[in-house]
């Protein structure tokens, strides 16, 4: 679809500078009519000052919509993936991530709503949400027009962008100190990047960090939560039932004071670079742990450790932005089945930056005291380990007659002759030098 053919587009507006330069754009060099849309999904700031800003941008009252999808946020995206216990590259909780599929889906259904046929967004060509938010788009609606200003125009540096302001009377809060790190925030984390933080040997100074306490100032004493669950999803703490955003919340609040949650990441972008991020996740860290402490009482072993091997690819599909991809949704109907009797309550203890499960209870547990005891029992028969290990040594016992090679070279050689390894080492290193004919080229 070309510019001139787009009518109406629906924009994914902050409220900031560079999404109302976005809104000016679009009316000047589309000519379209632009419809706002802010999600308040608890970053902590207010949403409403972004309709006062687009009001004075020209955009009509009934082309305004900001919408509180704190619930949907918890409840819809970020609970279902905590029940996967997903972390991307070991570490990173996918805050910015499982944010981006819901701000896309409420974009289309506003877009059908008003008779907009395009959708726009503020993310750069650099990084990921660019294509987090188009493939939302484009599942939810094959026919949408999308634009992507930051791979349209020369705006390309921030004297550019305000300069642009400037020309164009668009409102510049210059009150107060700004943060100089590229930031996003909601119910589940804030992160930070830019900056000194491009180098990855830099520390970062400490009031970067706006949500936890420094680990060495929290508080001396430790303090005890438990955290009810049902079906996979936390429903309750010291046992007071709450709504999914609460609980949220709460956990945030706890995290906050005791200084939980914070990592300094590079992490590998879906578009091919490295980027160095730091993060706080208060409340999602505590999550993470109580969950696979309810999940090693009520999972059976195998589908808990098939669990964890599907992982790391629904981390990823979700980092990637393919939430409403087949395959997220078939792994989720997979991983919610296992969620059936994950239910009980963990008990955690909360203690400068670190969170310790001190005790969990379910109902459904799979735990048998009488089968785990240390002591004298009358349910397990010790001898009968005795087939089951000579059984799984089979096919030991058959290599070992025929082929005997294949372990002579361990039984004869020393296990702690350190040199006698190194040898061998250097010895295969050649033989695979040799064969790529790379003969004694250092590397």
Request: hydrophobic share 35%; with cysteine; glycine share 8%.
């Amino acid at each position: 679809m070309s510019k001139k053919e787009i009518k109406k587009a629906v924009l994914a507006y902050s409220g900031g500078l560079d999404t109302s330069i976005i809104l000016k754009w679009l009316q000047d060099e589309y000519g379209c009519e632009v419809v706002t849309f802010t999600a308040d999904l608890g970053q902590g700031e207010e949403v409403e000052p972004a309709r006062q800003k687009a009001l004075q941008l020209g955009i009509k009252p009934e082309n305004i919509f900001i919408e509180d999808l704190r619930e949907e946020f918890v409840r819809d995206f970020v609970f279902p993936m905590f029940r996967a216990n997903a972390i991307y590259e070991g570490e990173y909780l996918l805050g910015t991530s499982i944010a981006r599929p819901l701000i896309a889906k409420k974009q289309i259904e506003i877009a059908h709503k008003t008779g907009a046929d395009a959708v726009a967004h503020g993310a750069t060509g650099k990084g990921n949400d660019q294509v987090r938010f188009e493939l939302g788009y484009l599942s939810l609606d094959p026919e949408i027009a999308v634009i992507a200003p930051w791979r349209e125009w020369d705006l390309n540096s921030r004297e550019k962008l305000l300069a642009y302001a400037e020309k164009h009377g668009i409102p510049i809060d210059r009150k107060g100190k700004k943060s100089p790190y590229s930031m996003d925030a909601n119910l589940l984390h804030i992160s930070y990047e830019g900056q000194i933080l491009e180098d990855p040997a830099a520390e970062p100074e400490e009031d970067m960090w706006l949500w936890t306490t420094a680990p060495e100032k929290a508080p001396d004493e430790p303090e005890y939560i438990t955290i009810g669950y049902k079906k996979g999803d936390p429903v309750s703490i010291n046992g007071e039932e709450m709504s999914p955003a609460t609980i949220l919340e709460t956990l945030n609040t706890y995290g906050k004071k005791h200084g939980i949650g914070r990592i300094d990441i590079v992490e590998n972008r879906y578009v091919g670079m490295k980027a160095r991020g730091c993060y706080e996740t208060p409340g999602g860290t505590i999550m993470l742990k109580a969950h696979r402490a309810m999940e090693s009482i009520t999972l059976d072993r195998e589908e808990a450790h098939m669990k964890d091997e599907l992982m790391p690819r629904y981390a990823t599909l979700i980092y990637n932005g393919y939430w409403w991809s087949p395959e997220r949704e078939m792994l989720q109907a997979a991983i919610d089945r296992t969620q059936r009797f994950v239910e009980g309550e963990v008990r955690l203890k909360l203690y400068k930056g670190n969170v310790t499960v001190v005790g969990r209870q379910s109902p459904k547990s799979l735990y048998s005291p009488a089968h785990s005891t240390f002591e004298e029992d009358d349910v397990y028969n010790q001898k009968d380990a005795e087939g089951f290990i000579r059984l799984n040594a089979l096919r030991f016992i058959i290599e070992g007659k025929q082929q005997p090679e294949r372990r002579q070279e361990e039984l004869e050689g020393s296990s702690d002759d350190v040199c006698q390894i190194e040898t061998k080492s250097v010895s295969l290193c050649q033989k695979i030098k040799n064969f790529f004919g790379l003969g004694n080229t250092r590397s």
